[in-house]
């Protein structure tokens, strides 16, 4: 048992150099005000207990913590985050009153539970060893386990896991009313509705060499705005600048010399 | 001796040389892969492409990274600035670790050591190319986050989605190669293929299914959809110059040139010769596989510069669906056929049933196939629904026209 607690060289170097920076980080998730940073941090701490496992003798496990972890969970949750923006943050304001306190009681005492609990826990008989458990190779080691004395929780939490999937994506899904015109309908009808105007793609918004937003709509050789340069969500938000002061009548085009 | 006994009495100056040396090989054939990549492309468009900086215009690529050193170094205001300055950062280191496990050449001698020029030798080398490949995505996705602009974050958003879904493809089609060589360390890999024969024989449809998906992984035409430039500007990396681009440039090529290691070590024998010329493998004292390690990596970046001088970028509805509905599930039933395979060489060893099963299978993808084509037919044959065909005024076509109208516009000819 002693043996096991010993930990010398290099191992040594590596947890008092990585510890302290995966606590760092895991305070720091808790601590700083955006959602992205928090993500960050968090996959920084995964990533150094994938290290530790691999110290540890546990190759497939700190690998498969890697890919599985933060290769595809915490990536689809900064998937989401990104979303949101770049300086939108967490409001820290209290909306209802005296819930902090209790927040951190709560979970203050149910820290401690943990630790007491998992500070008496025993594994009831006595460790062999990593050298024994990996005798025949880590991932063999592991194969061997999860497809003979396991296989029968190993398929439950697989059928678990596609289960939720599937759900996710009946929840999720939506049926059209109407078909998607394809591609190819979507030209045809271009060519043979009423107007010509079209065809060959809308105008592009902006006036050539004064103003070239999305939001200024394309001025026609007659002086008038073009309505169908600019989106038609923008004009239902009302964001729509007027393009006639752009107009070459109407720019100031007196040159004042700079002295 | 087994790669992991060879290298496991190296000593610590060896191992650091060993990582130089593999940091130097990439920058190296970065830099130089750029110039090939520019005058095949150039050749395949009838230009000469790169040909003024050093003889063939070989040093072009290191002129225009000095020069890309020395631009101005912008952050954007709206950027944020601790993630913007990490992103490329993450993007270039997780493209190098992803070398360590290569086993570049067989044994050889090394200063002295006997060794093989692999830095590393870990049972689950394969799975830690595609762990560094799933670390390297965040730094796309960062930089597309951080640089709090809208084509970058677009871009971020559509490269992440890209590689994570052809990540799994990726992943699926190694399954196969796992199977038959029982081993996930790339050296058992590379032995285990010089047993039998090479997995992109073997397993050919595991070879396309990685091939194809390596080109989707590594944002390159025609997958580059990520810096589709007439729709993103340039996608990600939109906001990034001097040496944050750089760095987003080195990390693009690296990846290239690490994905073509891999599809060599995984499926054309790695650092082996060619089947018949064996005897070369013991060459400048075993130095010779090194050359054929990169022959067979050079292959593989000609046939991405082919793809780009030869293809169009996909649509990127069409682009996912095809990774999801066509890769994936064709990759799903591929290692049901191959473990079965497995199974039954292991098990009964006996010719008939092999052949019994393989032919079944082959009859089932005919029979899909035609189903296929029967069903593309018909929906080929709906005629859409139109309003009446307009009457443009068009001139003949050359068919039609049965005079030709030649008069003398008054000698301008003189």
Redesign the interface.
């Known amino acids: 048992m002693q043996s096991l607690l010993t930990i010398q060289g290099p191992e040594t170097a590596l947890f008092w150099f990585l510890a302290p920076l995966a606590v760092l980080a895991a305070i720091g998730m808790l601590l700083v005000k ?1 959602a ?2 928090s993500a ?1 941090l968090l ?1 920084w701490v995964m ?1 150094t207990l994938a290290i530790f496992y691999i110290a540890q003798d546990a ?2 496990l700190g ?2 913590q ?2 599985v972890y ?3 969970v915490m ?1 689809l949750f ?2 989401i985050l ?2 949101v923006g ?2 939108s943050s967490d409001s820290l304001t209290e909306t209802i009153t005296g819930l902090r306190p209790i927040a951190i009681t709560a979970a203050v005492g149910f820290g401690g539970l943990m630790v007491s609990l998992l500070g008496h826990a025993t594994l009831g008989r006595e460790p062999i060893g990593l050298d024994i458990a990996n005798q025949s ?3 063999q080691g592991l194969a061997e386990l999860l497809f003979s004395k396991y296989v029968w929780p190993f398929e439950v939490v697989s059928a678990l896991l596609i289960t939720a999937a599937l759900g996710a994506m009946v929840l999720a899904h939506h049926q059209r009313t109407n078909p998607r015109p394809t591609q ?2 979507q030209a ?1 009808n271009r ?3 009423g107007s ?1 105007a079209g065809a060959a793609g809308l105008p592009g918004p902006g006036v050539f060499a004064r103003h070239n937003a999305v939001d200024v709509p394309a001025l026609l050789p007659d002086g008038t705005p073009a309505p169908s340069s600019i989106s038609a969500t923008l004009k239902a938000r009302g964001d729509v600048i007027d393009s006639s002061q752009f107009q070459l009548d109407n720019v100031d085009t007196t040159v004042v010399e700079e002295k | 001796m087994k790669n992991a006994q060879l290298l496991l009495d190296d000593p610590g100056w060896i191992i650091t040389l060993k990582a130089v040396i593999v940091f130097a090989v990439c920058v190296v054939l970065t830099i130089m892969s750029v110039w090939g990549e520019r005058r095949l492309v150039a050749r395949m468009q009838m230009r000469v492409g790169p040909n003024r900086v050093g003889k063939f215009g070989l040093i072009q690529a290191l002129a225009d990274g000095v020069k890309l050193a020395l631009k101005e170094d912008l952050i954007p205001a709206a950027a944020d600035k601790v993630v913007f300055v990490i992103a490329p950062i993450i993007s270039a280191t997780t493209a190098f670790m992803a070398f360590a496990v290569m086993p570049l050449t067989g044994p050889v001698t090394f200063f002295g050591e006997k060794t093989v020029m692999q830095l590393t030798d870990i049972p689950v080398g394969v799975l830690y190319v595609l762990a560094t490949a799933s670390v390297g995505v965040y730094g796309i996705v960062l930089a597309g986050w951080s640089s709090g602009s809208t084509y970058p974050l677009l871009g971020g958003l559509r490269s992440s989605a890209q590689v994570i879904s052809y990540e799994i493809a990726m992943g699926l089609s190694l399954v196969s190669v796992f199977i038959y060589s029982g081993s996930m360390s790339t050296s058992s890999i590379v032995q285990a293929q010089q047993e039998t024969w090479w997995y992109g024989l073997v397993l050919f449809p595991s070879f396309v299914i990685y091939a194809i998906s390596m080109v989707g992984e590594t944002n390159r035409a025609p997958f580059d959809l990520a810096e589709a430039e007439g729709e993103l500007v340039g996608g990600f990396h939109t906001e990034y110059s001097s040496l944050k681009f750089a760095l987003f440039f080195l990390a693009e090529y690296v990846n290239i040139i690490a994905v073509s290691a891999l599809a060599t070590t995984l499926f054309l024998g790695g650092y082996h010769a060619f089947p018949g010329l064996g005897f070369t493998e013991q060459w400048l004292g075993g130095w010779f596989t090194l050359i054929w390690f990169f022959i067979k990596v050079l292959f593989f970046f000609f046939i991405f510069v082919w793809l780009r001088g030869t293809l169009p970028r996909l649509r990127y509805d069409q682009f996912m669906q095809f990774g999801w509905k066509v890769l994936i599930p064709v990759s799903l039933l591929w290692i049901l056929v191959v473990a079965t395979l497995r199974v039954i060489s292991t098990t009964s060893q006996s010719r008939p049933v092999t052949f019994g099963f393989a032919g079944v299978v082959v009859l089932i993808v005919l029979g899909i196939s035609t189903a296929f084509d029967n069903s593309k037919k018909k929906r080929d044959s709906v005629v859409h629904p139109t309003a009446a065909e307009p009457n443009f005024a068009v001139p003949s076509l050359p068919s039609e026209i049965t005079t030709i109208n030649v008069s003398n516009q008054g000698g301008d000819r003189g």
Request: aromatic letters at 10%; a positive charge; proline letters at 0%.
């Open positions: 955006k992205v940073h960050l996959a990533i190759l497939f690998i498969v890697v890919v933060t290769g595809a990536m900064l998937f990104m979303l770049v300086d190779g880590n991932v190819r309908e045809v060519f043979r509705s010509l």
